[in-house]
């Protein structure tokens, strides 16, 4: 929507009930935790002009969803404090009852989850799964012939299964192979017990750890109306979360701490980067010349979809520059430092709900965006690759990742709001699967971190706290699949 078609959008509509979507939570925090938490978010954007988390953001990447990153979290283990859980999801949008293919992951593609250490915003460590699939019976259409019981039953026709490796120094270790992925949730007449099925697909890793992929709910929980001219145009239409019913594929990996950290020392250096980022063969062919309609892959590789911090790309990064974001390394994240210092969203805001954008340059959204926080940019220690004791400062490159400080514990009752909320084991410090991103992200783009913020930036948030499907105690954390079924 055009910066004039947002104004005349407000213009003259009044809002009965603003005190829904910008409604204010009672409650003090300390300084220090607000502070953080609101600039640590600032640089995601909020639900004014966001798709969901990296869901469909960029032309060239939306037109190939299987390949297309939607969120990626990364926090301490709940149930193993010596371990960081990171996930990563593709495929957004899955309607439970899509068949009869349903939602393989792509076999020509390489999906990776980056780690870097150092702060020189390069990969310390990918782990990276690669897919195969098979069919018992090519002589049907159905994914499966009659109940599934277990994953080697023969009435599940259509099967995965993935490689797992471990790429550091130059050298690619495989970890896994030949492991089974969780199959798409057809229905309940076909899978009487999917927990089941997800639960035989867990694998544990040779030196700790665990590995999974398969189908999930999908844990981002928003309202997606704001295209309804902006919720309706009066702001009737919010709290109701756009994602409900709708599945991802899954990738999650939980590791020791000690296998991320720079040097293998955690308690030195606590802090990593994570992004993932997904890659296929430069070229592909259909129907060779024997006519058999199959897919040749060939070429180089090429990374065509990326993601770190949530709703990036969606909305700080511009329309003629998603693709690019998409193909670029976070070493080369400078290119896009105006689209922080001055982002369009506040003086959209501004238009349409009469808030004061907050003056530019923002300074006070490079700190997370670029640099991670600590006391030398905004006061306070939360985690910033400077933080680690064995890092080369003169190395450290500003780049956009998810940065998790690993020696802060995972809270007994986590705040949805994070760091805002008091809650440093939260976003922007990694993120949780129950983090509430945009509420987060909405008040800090308004400028909660500066001095005399506007008096409706406090509070403001999409109405919607929670995910339809609750997210499990336990590895793989992510909720179980809605059933085609339903």
């Known amino acids: ?63 190939d969803p299987a390949v297309d990153n939607t969120d990626t979290y990364a926090f301490v283990s709940p149930d193993d404090p010596n371990t960081v859980t990171l996930v990563a999801n593709w495929l957004p949008f899955q309607e439970p009852a899509g068949g009869p293919n349903f939602y393989p ?6 999906y ?36 599934v019981t277990s994953l080697d039953d023969p009435d599940l026709n259509f099967r995965q299964t993935y490689r797992l490796e471990r790429i550091s120094g130059g050298k690619s270790t495989v970890v896994a192979d030949k492991v089974p992925v969780a199959p798409s949730y057809v229905g309940n007449a076909s899978m009487p017990d999917y927990l089941a099925l997800r639960t035989a697909s867990l694998t ?46 899954s990738i999650v990996l939980q590791v020791p701490k000690a296998e991320l950290a720079l040097r293998g020392d955690p308690a030195r250096n606590p802090v990593i980067g994570v992004w993932s980022s997904t890659e296929r063969r430069s070229a592909s062919l259909y129907g060779p010349t024997d006519g058999s309609g199959q897919q040749l892959s060939f070429g180089g590789w090429s990374q065509v979809s990326r993601l ?28 896009f430092l105006k689209f922080v210092t001055d982002p369009e969203l506040p003086k959209l ?55 998790l400080n690993m020696s802060i514990p995972a809270t007994a009752t986590p705040n949805r709001l994070g760091v805002l909320g008091g ?11 129950g983090d509430d991103v945009v509420d987060i992200s909405l008040q800090a783009v308004e400028g909660a971190l500066l001095p005399k913020p506007p008096a409706a930036v406090t509070g403001l948030g999409d109405g919607v706290d929670g995910p339809d499907v609750r997210f499990r105690g336990w590895f793989p954390y992510v909720g179980l ?4 079924s339903s």
């Open 204 to 249: 544990q890793l040779p030196g700790g750890g665990k590995t999974f992929a398969g189908q999930a709910d999908d844990p981002f929980f928003l309202d997606l109306r704001v295209f309804d001219l902006l919720y309706g145009g009066d702001l009737s239409e919010v709290g109701q979360d756009s994602l409900a019913g709708f599945n991802v594929n």
């Open 308 to 335: 770190g911090a949530p709703l990036v790309n969606e909305v700080v990064v511009p329309l003629g520059q998603k693709d690019r974001f998409n193909a670029s390394t976070p070493a080369r994240d400078a290119q």
């Open 105 to 110: 992951f792509s076999t020509d593609a390489r």
């Open 1 to 63: 929507m055009s910066r004039q078609k947002a104004a005349r959008a407000g213009a003259g509509v009044r809002h009965p009930r603003r005190a829904r979507l910008f409604r204010r939570r009672r409650g003090v925090v300390g300084v220090a935790a607000l502070v953080v938490g609101a600039t640590a978010a600032a640089l995601v954007v909020p639900p004014i002009a966001a798709e969901a988390s990296s869901h469909r953001e960029a032309p060239l990447i939306s037109g």
């Open 423 to 433: 809650d440093t084991a939260g976003y922007p410090n990694g993120r949780r699967l």
């Open 349 to 403: 805001i501004q238009a349409i709900y009469k808030i004061p954008a907050p003056p530019t340059p923002r300074k006070d959204l490079v700190a997370v965006f670029l640099t991670g926080v600590s006391k030398d940019n905004l006061g306070v220690d939360l985690n910033a690759h400077a933080l680690n004791a064995d890092v080369d400062r003169a190395k450290i490159a500003p780049s956009e990742q998810l940065r």
């Open 112 to 147: 990776d989850i980056n780690v870097d250490n150092n702060g020189d915003a390069k990969p310390d460590i990918t782990y990276r799964w690669t897919f195969a699939s098979s069919y018992r019976n090519q002589n049907t259409f159905l994914y499966n012939t009659g109940p």
């Open 481 to 484: 699949p809605t059933s085609g």
